[in-house]
Structure formats: C-alpha cells, structure tokens
C-alpha cells in the first residue's frame, strides 16, 4: 500500500516495537469493550501510528489499513462471548475490509466475534476447568512469514497475558486437521523454553491454539493480550512484535522473512 | 398470529462439557452414584408474530440458525405453537 504520509521502514522492529511507517488504525468499540484505550495507547503512543476508535454502529471502514477488535465483555458475553456483537452493523464492514485484503486483528473478545463471525474457523469455549483465567502465559510463534507475526524469530516464546472465561479452542477433526495443515496456527500455549505440556495450556484449547489466521492470511484471532505487553514497566514488550509485524506489512507490502 | 417458540440448545455429542463434568462431580459428591453423564444446554423461549405456523417456524429456526446456537459447538431443537394470550 502507498501513501504520501507514509515513510519506509528502517530496519526490523524489535519487541520494542521501533518502526518509522505509520498505517490508519481503526479500533472497533461494542457496548461492552474494554481494552480499546490499551490498544490506542500502544498503536499511538508507543508506535506513533494513525489510530481511532470507530463505533459498532459504523458501516464504512475503508479509510483503515488494519481493523482491530479489541478485548472486554461484548453485550456482557451473554448467550455466548462474541455472539452479539457478530451481528452488528460494523460487522459487515469488517467482511469488506477482509475482503479487500485489510489485515483484520481480534484479540480476546474480538477473536471470539471473529470465529462467530466466520471469519475464522473453530469456536471458543469455556475453559476446560471452568475457571476466568487471568495472568502471565507463554506463547510459541508458529510462524514468521505473516503479516502479523514477521517481527518474531521461528520458535520464539513470548510472555503475554491472558484474562478470559472463553478461551477453549475447538474445531471438529476435520477443520483442525485443515486448520494445522494450511498452516493457520500462528501461535500455541507453551512452556517459557516452548515445550508444549499439559500444564502450559491454560485453558485447555486443542492443540494448544492460542492464535490462529485465516486461510487467506489477513485475519488473525489471539486470546493473549499483546497489547498489555508492549512495555517493560508492565512487565514484557513481547506483545508489540503484532503491530510492529502488522505496521510494517501495511508500510512496505510485504512481511519481514527474518526466518 | 401469535406464537411461542421452544428452543433447546445443546453442546454437540463430540464436545467436551466442562460445566456438565463440574454438575456431574458434584452430584456424585452428593452421593447420587448412579449418575453417569452430565450435559448442561441452554433453553430459550421466544414470542413473535407471524401470519402463519409455516412462516413463524421458519423465522424461529432461521433465529436458532444464525444466532441461538452457534453450529461449530451447538445443534438445537425447536418446537413451536400457538402463544394466544401465554406469555
């Protein structure tokens, strides 16, 4: 994408997020989100980006790069986390802007509209052990060669953390053999060295998913928060890698390939 | 007319019931050792209008369909009738 405000990107951004190209953000808000100000806060103050909120009730998103949907209570979780909010005006914005090939990131909540939406597979259900979960995790990137995750080295574990009640990945064996075969997870629970144990997944997701994209690789859902981690005075930077990862991807067309 | 829908939504046979196991546990717990399995669902009622049984049933299962249940980790069972004055 072009754009005369638009500068190049110097080098790798680092976890520190250090990136030169600015991208229009829109944040997403429904009745009920409550990380919205978190993500703003790192997408403007810490990555200097173009970022605003749009409510749900919007039904043009075409003048954003990148659509977030962040994290909260979406109509309060009632009947199912995420159900309500699908289906509001935005939501079809939210079709268009995938179609175009908009990167589209849900983190939490918004992973949760996103797989009711369709727009990624499989669902989100309560967790295993019925408890909210809310701490420190880590997580082990799949995959560099996306828009979201190009910042990160193959393999890296990042410390970010999780709250949510709803973070059970399921798919039938089918869409999880198709899920894992195309390559669509992008992130799993992991040990802090990256071994994938039974006391590493927290909510007790298959195959340890904690973010996957869609098949088309512009749409991502994560139940992590990045944007709690983008800064060390709250105790981790690896989330910022994200939006260095997305802001590059919208400033140069392409992703890092740093392997 | 007007009509009352029932649906009942459940969590597909396949899919792990974590609310279901904790009633299951505590139900042996309290000494009923008979019981074997346990699945929470959901139950919804619904009231609309329609100008006919075939059209209300359509527009209820077209509810379920899109929002009620969510297909990946739910299926439902609808049945419907006359509401009259019931509320």
Redesign the interface.
């Known amino acids: 994408m072009t754009g005369e405000h638009r500068e190049g990107v110097t080098g790798l951004p680092n976890p520190r997020g250090e990136v030169s190209g600015m991208a229009k953000f829109g944040v997403l808000v429904f009745p009920g989100t409550n990380c919205e100000i978190d993500v703003l806060r790192v997408l403007r103050d810490l990555l200097h980006q173009d970022a605003e909120l749009v409510w749900y009730e919007e039904r043009d998103l075409e003048r954003y790069d990148a659509v977030i949907l962040p994290g909260g209570f979406s109509y309060g979780d009632y ?2 986390a995420g ?2 909010a699908r ?1 509001t005006p935005v939501i079809e914005a939210v079709y268009a802007a995938a179609e175009k090939g908009r990167l589209i990131l849900g983190i939490c909540n918004g992973f949760q509209i996103l ?2 939406a369709g727009l990624l597979p ?2 989100l ?6 408890r909210y979960v809310c701490g420190w995790t880590h997580v082990r990137v799949e995959r560099t060669d996306t828009p979201f995750t190009s910042a990160y080295r193959k393999g890296q574990v990042l410390r970010i953390p999780i709250s949510h009640g709803e973070g ?1 990945f ?3 064996p089918d ?1 999880l053999a198709e899920i894992e075969k195309r390559g669509q997870v992008l992130l799993r629970y992991a040990t802090p060295d990256g071994q994938l144990t039974e006391t590493a997944n927290p909510n ?1 997701s298959l195959h340890h998913i904690a973010g996957i994209m869609n098949k088309a690789g512009n749409v991502m859902g994560l139940m992590p928060h990045p944007e709690r981690a983008c800064e060390a005075v709250l105790g981790s930077e690896d989330g910022c890698g994200i939006f260095a990862s997305m802001i590059h991807y919208l400033t140069k067309g392409r992703v890092f390939h740093v392997g | 007319m007007r009509y009352k829908a029932e649906v009942r939504v459940t969590l597909r046979r396949d899919v792990l019931d974590p609310q279901g196991s904790a009633v299951e546990g505590a139900l042996r717990a309290m000494g009923f050792d008979g019981v074997e399995r346990v699945r929470v669902g959901k139950w919804i009622e619904l009231w609309l209008e329609a100008p006919s049984p075939a059209d209300a049933q359509s527009q209820a299962e077209e509810m379920a369909r899109r929002l009620l249940a969510n297909p990946v980790l739910e299926t439902y069972q609808l049945t419907l009738k006359e509401a009259g004055d019931d509320r």
């Open positions: 009947l199912r159900a309500m289906w797989t009711e499989g669902a259900q309560r967790n295993r052990h019925l059970n399921y798919a039938d869409a007790g």
